[in-house]
């Protein structure tokens, strides 16, 4: 290729040069967030719950690597995803609530 062969194909292009370098710039902020979200999904978590924790009081009583809301990853994406029903989380809280044990008290 020649020099007015490579300016005239990039002038050509040009645009869609440009519109691909704002789609991956756009990809860059939009795949992680689209990462993060399925992963609380797949927790069961909401995203307060996986940021704040330590600040929700019905959190504050279980050890950090504790989810009462957890059934497991497919399950917990069919809730997601094709659930249209109420649930009642209280009980599934008080099913897999464990509490943590205070180690420094004799």
């Known amino acids: 290729m020649t020099a007015d062969t490579w300016w005239a194909w990039f002038r050509g292009n040009s645009v869609f040069l440009l519109d691909a370098v704002v789609l991956v710039l756009a990809g860059l902020s939009v795949v992680p967030l689209t990462l993060a979200h399925v992963y609380v999904a797949a927790v069961?978590?909401?995203?307060?719950?996986?940021?704040?924790?330590?600040?929700?009081?019905?959190?504050q009583h279980l050890n950090d690597d504790v989810n009462p809301f957890h059934r497991g990853y497919l399950r917990n994406f069919v809730t997601f995803c094709c659930t249209c029903r109420l649930q009642n989380w209280e009980r599934v809280y008080r099913r897999n609530y464990t509490p943590v044990s205070d180690t420094t008290a004799a």
């Open 44 to 59: 069961n978590q909401t995203t307060w719950e996986l940021a704040s924790a330590h600040r929700i009081s019905y959190l």
